[in-house]
């Protein structure tokens, strides 16, 4: 089978309404796929083609005994958060600046003046077994909030206590650079007692090539994520969610921004849950000064 899927809605006269792309990772089994590159022609918007192509997408990756798909929704208008949160995704997670400023949404009502910001969104198609992950206590309440808001229930614990003893060098990462966004993902496998030098000195070099944004992914099974989320926000990383996958269990989710000063009142959020998210994520933000909301309180 092949390992992604596109779907367009075409009129009888041949005229495309709509697209969507199931792109599925090649290197990492039990992964969620992304229901992505997702646009409805503004003549037809209106009429359900986006909730159809999504639907139809969703049914593929059932098919394919995918354990969970997420989407990623552009925050300078609600309306495609409104077409995800309609077919069954939720909010966990918020990436501010993520995505270059070069599309123009201004016949969605958007308004475009600084990089753009991602609401992830995701949809379970398995059950997904309780488990125990291992979760930074400052960020207790909003990593209970959203897993409630993804209907998953693990049992959390917290550090109590001495660090875990970690092997030497600097374990296993697997970093990916988009340079056409300016982008780049850092994901963590195992840790080791120099994985945070060795994930400075990725950052430094991204940072170099104007790589303007990083998310980073932290195994949460791991019972020294929380004490490397609290020594990497100490270097500028900051809370963005969490992320489900099926073989090795949820991710808490960190980012980092290059000379970025996000201006988060731009930032058009559609349901209780990711506004509360924003809130959070703001009050993380060590280019923000505001105080941190109640969710985030241990």
């Known amino acids: ?34 229901i992505g590159m997702a ?77 753009l910001s991602l609401v992830l969104a995701f949809l379970p198609l398995v059950v997904f077994p309780a488990e125990t992950l291992h979760c930074p206590l400052r960020h207790r309440r909003m990593l209970e909030r959203l897993f409630v808001e993804l209907d998953m229930h693990p049992r959390m614990v917290f550090p109590r206590g001495l660090r875990p003893e970690l092997p030497p060098g600097q374990g296993e990462m697997r970093v990916s650079v988009t340079e056409t966004t300016a982008t780049a993902e ?58 489900p996958h099926a073989s090795r269990g949820p991710f808490l989710l960190l980012q980092y921004l290059n000379n970025q000063i996000i201006d988060y009142g731009r930032i058009r959020i559609a349901s209780d849950v990711a506004g509360e998210l924003l809130a959070y994520v703001r009050s993380c933000d060590p280019g923000e000064d505001v105080p941190s909301p109640s969710a985030g309180n241990a």
């Not at 309404?17 to 090649?26: C, F, I």
């Not at 966990?92 to 995505?99: P, S």
């Open 1 to 34: 089978a092949p390992r992604s899927a596109a779907t367009r809605s075409v009129l009888p006269a041949g005229d495309i309404m709509g697209h969507a792309a199931l792109e599925v990772p090649s290197d990492d089994p039990g992964a969620p796929v992304e």
């Open 39 to 115: 646009f409805v022609k503004p003549a037809y918007r209106g009429q359900g083609c986006l909730h159809d192509l999504t639907t139809f997408l969703l049914d593929e990756a059932r098919q394919r005994g995918f354990g969970g798909a997420y989407v990623q929704s552009v925050t300078t208008h609600p309306a495609s958060q409104k077409a995800a949160r309609s077919v069954g995704f939720r909010e966990c997670g918020l990436f501010v600046g993520a995505y270059p400023e070069t599309m123009n949404f201004k016949k969605l009502g958007g308004e475009v003046g600084q990089r």
């Open 186 to 243: 850092i994901n963590l496998v195992a840790f080791g007692m120099e994985t945070k030098a060795a994930v400075q000195a990725v950052v430094r070099q991204l940072c170099r090539k104007k790589i303007e944004f990083i998310s980073l992914r932290l195994p949460l099974r791991d019972p020294a994520t929380p004490f490397l989320c609290d020594a990497l926000e100490e270097e500028g990383f900051f809370f963005a969610g969490v992320l």
